[in-house]
């Protein structure tokens, strides 16, 4: 049976050693969340992103916009963040309500304050190997997987799905880790047999336990990214599922992340290492 990676432990972790750290500097690292809209998945998220900057130490800027605004005023307020000294890090919640242009909106975010690492500038320089701000869901893969690998030379990551947001950027950091990256996506061939080949397999699809178990390589550490809602038992009740099958998986992988438990609450985590990050960067050069 595979260890379990668990991130929800590692999450709590880094905040305490992130809180340690604010505490001990002579400014408070501020960041503004942007939320346009009712969406109810999203309240939630920013609800909890802004507790837990709170309970990290930093100053949390909540701006609450209704479902009606426009790109302009959307567009303003942004770019008066952008100006704003004790603001650190802008993230604004997608999606944005469909008649909002969010390549727009993040393009004008400034690149030393885009803690969701979006922008082009920042999605740049990490293909570069240049120091900027990584998206926070595959920042939190990468340090699970470090924690349980510190070298990764020469393994074969797989990597199933090539978004912007997940995908891209963890091929690119595993990379950066001397893996032999793979990347998968709806077109691959032969998913089973490429993923049987990995030793790090990444799941970032979005399709509830896709992954079998019978495509795990015997020992691979597998990262389940994926965040499902699907139906448990009656009474239109839901429940979370991954990407992977977990319990078939877990027969034959060395190491796995669960969901819920596993990468979820590590993104939160890392927005909060970023607004840091970005603080540094920010106070180091004024
Ligand atoms: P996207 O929908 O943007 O991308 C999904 C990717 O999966 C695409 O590249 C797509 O390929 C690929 N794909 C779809 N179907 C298949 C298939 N049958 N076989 C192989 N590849 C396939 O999703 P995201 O990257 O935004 O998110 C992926 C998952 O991660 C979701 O479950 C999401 O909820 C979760 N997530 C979790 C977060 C967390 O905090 N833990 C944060 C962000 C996302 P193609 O490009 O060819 O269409």
């Not at 803690?115 to 939190?140: H, K």
């Not at 336990?209 to 699907?230: C, L, Q, S, T, Y």
């Not at 819920?260 to 540094?280: D, E, Q």
Request: with cysteine.
């Amino acid at each position: 049976m595979a260890d379990i990676i668990d991130g929800k432990a590692f999450a709590a972790k880094l905040r305490r050693e992130i809180a340690a750290e604010v505490a001990r500097l002579p400014y408070q690292p501020g960041l503004a969340v942007v939320l346009v809209g009712d969406d109810a998945a999203s309240k939630v998220y920013v609800a909890s992103k802004e507790k837990q900057t709170i309970e990290a130490g930093m100053r949390s800027f909540a701006h609450r916009l209704p479902a009606g605004a426009t790109q302009g005023e959307l567009l303003a307020l942004v770019r008066a963040l952008n100006e704003n000294p004790e603001v650190h890090g802008i993230l604004v919640q997608l999606p944005l309500p469909k008649h909002l242009d969010a390549d727009e909106v993040i393009a004008a975010i400034s690149p030393g304050k885009d803690v969701d690492g979006l922008t082009v500038a920042n999605a740049g320089r990490l293909v570069a190997g240049l120091p900027g701000l990584v998206p926070c869901t595959p920042l939190g893969c990468l340090l699970l997987l470090r924690d349980v690998l510190p070298d990764m030379t020469g393994l074969h990551a797989v990597v199933i799905g090539r978004s912007n947001l997940v995908g891209k950027p963890i091929a690119q950091l595993l990379l950066q880790q001397n893996c032999t990256v793979t990347m998968a996506h709806s077109k691959t061939r032969d998913l089973p047999g490429l993923c049987r080949m990995a030793d790090i397999l990444v799941a970032a699809v979005g399709r509830p336990e896709m992954v079998k178990g019978d495509w795990v390589k015997p020992g691979a550490v597998v990262i389940d990214v994926g965040i499902n809602r699907v139906p448990a038992g009656m009474e239109g009740k839901t429940k979370l599922a991954g990407d992977v099958a977990y319990e078939e998986a877990a027969k034959i992988a060395g190491k796995i992340t669960p969901v819920p438990g596993g990468v979820g609450p590590m993104t939160i985590a890392c927005l909060l290492r970023n607004t840091l990050t970005a603080a540094k960067r920010l106070q180091g050069a004024s």
